[in-house]
Every structure is written in structure tokens, then in C-alpha cells.
């Protein structure tokens, strides 16, 4: 257990915690890869270039434009094809996206003690979209897409969307258990709050340093749900 008063609600992140977010990304690469293709250039070419500037970081800006910076597509012809192929991008819709392992059971562990939310930053449409094709939308009591309480500037470090969890819970915001991947997002926005955290070291950011350190550290959701067993 961790230290202090028995948590009153569970608050779990959905990138890189639920899933493994490099899924969704390789999806949406193709994607931008065929809609590439359409207006004539080298699909598979694009895809490859594309995914490797996410895999260099998937939070920076301008992956599209240095993708095909990266395929030779001068910065004029560029500029006309971007805003379709971040479309392309946004517009994807995956079937099915996978979990980590035990993850579904973590959840379900959850939340037959705890009530349980979701938080989560990104286009709302995209972040519903995964929530449908990782089939974890019901695990959850309640979801919150921070960006539908003000854009990108509600996004983790941001407390906003902890704030509004605990509200929809019906629980004070100081004693939630957050349990996700990024420190400087997820452990941050916890201390934003006084609440507690459990930093998981699954994805993209699982060697990132411990700033702000977690309460606890787990090497996946599974193992931080028995650490609040």
C-alpha cells in the first residue's frame, strides 16, 4: 500500500499505460502514407519517414513536415500537402488497438475497489477513438479529455483535468491515486493536487527521469493495481 490515508479514488492515464501508444502511431503513419500516395507521392516512403519521426518523439510538433523533408518533397510542395495529410493523421481510426498485458484485469481490479477515471490528453476525437479500439471505454466510471476543458493549455501538467475527476467522482482532488507513465505530466499534475502517484515504466517515456518523483514506481498498470490491492 502506499503511504497515508486509503486512497478515495483511482485515476489512471491512457497512453503508454493502458496501451502501448506506439500502436495508435504506427496506424496513423500508414494512414498518412496513403493519403501520401493520392496525391502522387511514395506511400511506404512517407509511412517509414513518418514513423520515425514519432519514434524520435511523438509530443514534438512537425513530425509531417520533417517526414517529408526527410523524403526529398520540397518545403513549397510541402506546405500545399500538409494541412490534408495532418488530416489523414487526425482522421485515423483504428479497429482494434492492443493492451498491455493484464491490463484489462488491472482495471477491473480497480475498480471493484476504487471509483476509477480516466484522464487523458489529445484531440478528443482521437483519444475517444482509442478508448473504442482498446475496448476500455466501461472500464471507467468517468473519462476526461482534458483538451474539452480548454484546448492544449488543459493538458497534463496542467491539474485541470484531476480537478474535474475528483469533482465527477465526488472526492476530494488531494485524495486521488494517479497512476501514469510521464513524470513531468502525470506525477506533476498529482503533486499540482497533493495527491499521490504510481509511475509506470511502460512506453515511450519508461527511461524519462523521475522529475517529479512518483510516490511509488511499478513496472506496469498491472503491478501499480497491487500496490492499492
Do not use: W
Not at 19 to 37: E, H, I, K, N, S
Amino acid at each position: 500500500m502506499l503511504p497515508g490515508p486509503p486512497p478515495q479514488a483511482v485515476v489512471v492515464d491512457l497512453d503508454d499505460t493502458v496501451f502501448p501508444q506506439a500502436a495508435y502511431l504506427d496506424g496513423a503513419a500508414r494512414a498518412v502514407g496513403r493519403a501520401g500516395a493520392a496525391v502522387g507521392l511514395d506511400g511506404p516512403a512517407v509511412t517509414r519517414a513518418l514513423r520515425a519521426q514519432l519514434r524520435a518523439g511523438s509530443d514534438r510538433g512537425g513530425t509531417i513536415d520533417r517526414a517529408l523533408a526527410v523524403c526529398g518533397v520540397p518545403p513549397e510542395r510541402a506546405a500545399e500537402l500538409v494541412p490534408a495529410l495532418v488530416a489523414a493523421f487526425i482522421g485515423y481510426r483504428p479497429r482494434r488497438l492492443p493492451v498491455f498485458p493484464r491490463a484489462r484485469t488491472a482495471l477491473t481490479t480497480l475498480r471493484a475497489r476504487y471509483p476509477l477515471a480516466c484522464v487523458t490528453d489529445g484531440n478528443p476525437a482521437i483519444q475517444r477513438a482509442k478508448l473504442a479500439a482498446t475496448g476500455v471505454a466501461d472500464a471507467f466510471d468517468t473519462v476526461v479529455i482534458t483538451d474539452e476543458l480548454g484546448g492544449r493549455a488543459a493538458r497534463k501538467p496542467c491539474p485541470d483535468g484531476l480537478r474535474r475527476a475528483a469533482e465527477l467522482l465526488g472526492v476530494p482532488a488531494d485524495l486521488l491515486v494517479v497512476i501514469g507513465d510521464r513524470p513531468g505530466k502525470d506525477m506533476a499534475a498529482a503533486a499540482a493536487v497533493g495527491a499521490r502517484s504510481i509511475r509506470v515504466r511502460t512506453g515511450e517515456y519508461a527511461d524519462a527521469p523521475d522529475e517529479p518523483p512518483a510516490t511509488a514506481t511499478a513496472p506496469d498498470l498491472a503491478a501499480a493495481a497491487a500496490i492499492l490491492h
